[in-house]
Every structure is written in structure tokens, then in C-alpha cells.
């Protein structure tokens, strides 16, 4: 079936470090490839997404691309925040949202 | 746009006790709701989906007598947890759809932290 591995955490970085977090799918369709932020006590928010090979999601300085070759979809920001502490999640839709473990990253000031 | 709420934000039962968790979509038509569960420093997991009007299809391993889930309107699905034990806390979260396919968006309420004592 499918499935999303996500780098496991914790992750700390300094302000203004570079942040990548791998993660690489196994799906027998074309699904949607999808990147959620979950702040402590709260729900999911979409950070970005990409429906197809070769796409690039952004938002809020971060970026991922759609690798259909690598099956992958890595999450970059080039200067971290300390607004950016939170839990990460990739996921793959493929008429149903399957997640990754999540990634805990910690920025310190 | 887009926004999804849950109700309550925080709830505290008593073992034995059933409880009921509302989930909105406030400003669309969500024709699909998903229930999550998650555990501390873990994943979400899928409980069920559930489209409006018909009757809820749930993951492997959920027992449909305990999570019972109702998507009366295109606005609103409940998830009541019946004969609540201490093993069922947990954070609950729901999700909203206006269409369905490979590439359709879920839009995530703030979650319910239930615990059950």
C-alpha cells in the first residue's frame, strides 16, 4: 500500500540555519504529495503541496519538489525562524492522506 | 478561506461516559469529513471517512459500535466515542473536503483533546 518515510527527529537548529527534512513515498498510483505544520495544541495546517512530477510547492520561505525519479518530496528553508518550532508531517494523497511519522524541529534563538 | 472547527477544543469524561465531538466546515460544502486520531509525539492516524448522507467507512481496526460518526449536513460530522475508557484519550481531529480525487485538499480543524478518567 502506500506509504510516506519522513526523517525522524528531533531536529534543533539555530536561527537562521538551513533546514531539510527527506521524505520519500511508495505508491502504485500518481498521488499528491503534501507537507503539514502542526503547532503545539493544534490541528494540521497545509504548509504546501504539489500535484505533479517536477512541482514545486512554496510557501513562507519553505520549498519542496515533486521527484518522481527519487520518489521524493524534501522540505528546504533556506533561514529558519524561531516561529518555525513545530512538528512536520509529509503526506501523500492518493484519494486518501497517509502520513508520515512527523519531524519534531526545534529552532533556538 | 476554508476553515474548519471543532467543538469542544477540550473535553474531560468520566469512564463509562459517552461524549460527542462536532466538526464544521464554516465557510464550504464539505461532501467528505475524515476522523484522525493522534497519539502523543506520533502520527495522525485515519479512523474513518464519511460522506454526507451515507453511512461512515471505517479503517481497519476501528470499531464502528464505539466511534460513532454522523455526516448529516455538508457542514457538519460528529464523532461520539460511546462507553468512554481512559484508553480512548487522545487528540482527535477532524478534516474537511469539497471534492474527492488524487489531488483534492483537506482542510484540518484544531483537534478535541479528550481524556477519559
Known amino acids: 500500500g502506500d506509504s510516506v518515510t519522513q526523517m525522524e527527529g528531533p531536529v534543533t537548529l539555530s536561527e537562521e540555519a538551513f533546514l531539510t527534512i527527506n521524505c520519500t513515498y511508495t505508491?502504485?498510483?500518481?498521488?499528491?504529495l503534501f507537507w503539514y505544520v502542526q503547532y503545539p495544541g493544534e490541528g494540521l495546517q497545509l504548509l504546501l503541496k504539489?500535484?505533479?512530477?517536477?512541482d514545486k510547492g512554496s510557501n513562507k520561505g519553505f520549498e519542496a519538489t515533486y521527484r518522481k525519479e527519487t520518489t521524493s518530496f524534501h522540505l528546504e528553508k533556506g533561514s529558519v525562524q524561531v516561529s518555525d518550532s513545530a512538528v512536520y508531517f509529509c503526506?501523500?494523497?492518493?484519494?486518501?492522506?497517509?502520513f508520515g511519522a512527523g519531524t519534531t524541529v526545534t529552532v533556538r534563538a | 478561506g476554508a476553515v474548519v472547527s471543532q467543538h469542544p477544543s477540550r473535553v474531560i469524561c468520566k469512564s463509562g461516559t459517552s461524549v460527542k465531538i462536532e466538526c464544521r466546515s464554516l465557510d464550504f460544502q464539505a461532501t467528505t469529513m475524515f476522523w484522525y486520531r493522534q497519539f502523543p509525539k506520533q502520527s495522525l492516524m485515519l479512523m474513518a471517512t464519511s460522506n454526507e448522507g451515507s453511512k461512515a467507512t471505517y479503517e481497519q481496526g476501528v470499531e464502528k459500535d464505539k466511534f460513532l460518526i454522523n455526516h448529516a449536513s455538508l457542514t457538519l460530522s460528529t464523532l461520539t466515542v460511546t462507553s468512554a475508557h481512559p484508553e480512548d484519550s487522545s487528540f482527535y481531529i477532524c478534516?474537511?473536503?469539497?471534492?474527492?480525487?488524487?489531488?483534492?485538499?483537506?482542510?484540518f480543524g484544531p483537534g478535541t483533546r479528550l481524556t477519559v478518567t
Open positions: 505508491a502504485t498510483g500518481y498521488p499528491s
Open positions: 478534516s474537511a473536503s469539497s471534492s474527492g480525487g488524487r489531488s483534492y485538499e483537506q482542510y
Open positions: 504539489a500535484t505533479k512530477a517536477d
Open positions: 503526506a501523500l494523497n492518493d484519494y486518501k492522506l497517509s
